[in-house]
């Protein structure tokens, strides 16, 4: 691989236990013949020419892994598979993991959010961010579902005297609560390789329950965001039948 290029991962080990699909939760089918792994394909699409992806894997993901080199192969764009450390949980363990992937901008996209509209530039937008000095980039989408807010990546975001986007609270899961404190929720991130082991290490130990000191979280505070529009998480059955009828497009 081009160890230039920019690296996108994607964490596919989670078992998808809420749903109890018969297939990977990557791989459910979201209409006119396209699973949910396609979506996120689909936002990589304009950008291969400077991409590589890593897919970090759990048990029994060869159908994934099958179904990544097809699509991959069609795309040109370079792809590595390797499995999940066990002692690295969720998501965040997943992206650890990968750090010897890493390039010199790294995105990171969850397979089971799928976008109501694509929104292929804002992938573009949030490497360039990087480029340009920034150190870290979260995507994310505006909601004021304080149900949602309660059990998601949940972010505060402000716009800037620029009209630019920055993160000024974060929490993930905080819970109907603390829900009021929060405006939206995250799609993805992006890092500079000069940034990664203190910001995804912050992400690690918020997604564990483990970041208890305001301070524990202060690379992840004030970063930029790039808005991607409303998106489904089709981790639960509601969101999943919701999506399949109709509701998600």
Same mark, same amino acid.
């Given at each position: 691989?081009?160890?230039?290029?920019?690296?996108?991962?994607?964490?596919?080990a989670?078992?998808?236990?809420?749903?109890?699909l018969?297939?990977p939760?990557?791989?459910?089918?979201?209409?006119?013949?396209?699973? +949910?792994?396609?979506?996120? #394909?689909?936002?990589?699409? *304009? $950008?291969?020419?400077?991409? &590589?992806l !890593?897919?970090?894997?759990?048990?029994?993901?060869?159908?994934?892994?099958?179904?990544?080199?097809?699509?991959?192969?069609?795309?040109?764009?370079?792809?590595?598979?390797f499995?999940?450390?066990?002692?690295?949980?969720?998501?965040?363990?997943a992206?650890?993991g990968?750090?010897?992937?890493?390039g010199? +901008?790294?995105?990171?996209? #969850?397979?089971?959010?799928? *976008? $109501?509209?694509?929104?292929? &530039?804002? !992938?573009?937008?949030?490497?360039?961010?990087?480029h340009?000095?920034?150190?870290?980039?979260?995507?994310a989408?505006?909601?004021?579902?304080?149900?949602r807010?309660a059990?998601?990546?949940?972010?505060?975001?402000?716009?800037?005297a620029?009209?630019?986007?920055?993160?000024?609270?974060?929490?993930?899961?905080p819970?109907?609560?603390?829900?009021d404190?929060f405006?939206a929720?995250?799609?993805?991130?992006?890092?500079?390789?000069r940034?990664?082991?203190?910001?995804?290490?912050?992400?690690h130990?918020?997604?564990?329950?483990?970041?208890?000191?305001?301070?524990?979280?202060?690379?992840?505070?004030?970063?930029?965001a790039?808005?991607?529009?409303?998106?489904?998480?089709?981790?639960?059955?509601p969101?999943?039948?919701?999506?399949w009828?109709?509701?998600?497009?």
């Amino acid at each position: 691989m081009n160890r230039f290029r920019d690296t996108v991962v994607l964490p596919l080990a989670g078992r998808g236990s809420r749903l109890g699909l018969p297939t990977p939760k990557e791989l459910p089918p979201t209409g006119r013949g396209r699973v +949910a792994l396609d979506d996120t #394909l689909d936002l990589l699409a *304009p $950008h291969t020419d400077r991409l &590589r992806l !890593v897919a970090v894997l759990g048990p029994d993901r060869e159908p994934t892994a099958r179904y990544l080199e097809r699509r991959c192969h069609g795309l040109a764009l370079p792809l590595a598979v390797f499995r999940q450390n066990p002692d690295l949980a969720e998501s965040t363990g997943a992206v650890l993991g990968a750090a010897p992937w890493y390039g010199p +901008a790294t995105l990171v996209l #969850l397979a089971d959010q799928v *976008p $109501h509209a694509p929104a292929p &530039r804002a !992938v573009g937008k949030a490497l360039d961010l990087i480029h340009a000095g920034h150190k870290s980039v979260f995507l994310a989408a505006g909601e004021d579902d304080g149900a949602r807010l309660a059990v998601d990546g949940a972010l505060h975001m402000e716009r800037d005297a620029d009209g630019l986007l920055h993160v000024t609270d974060y929490a993930d899961k905080p819970g109907l609560e603390a829900a009021d404190r929060f405006n939206a929720v995250w799609f993805g991130y992006a890092f500079a390789h000069r940034a990664a082991e203190g910001f995804v290490e912050a992400l690690h130990r918020a997604t564990l329950g483990l970041s208890e000191h305001p301070h524990q979280m202060e690379t992840v505070l004030g970063v930029a965001a790039v808005e991607v529009g409303p998106f489904t998480d089709l981790s639960t059955w509601p969101a999943a039948t919701a999506h399949w009828a109709g509701a998600g497009t």
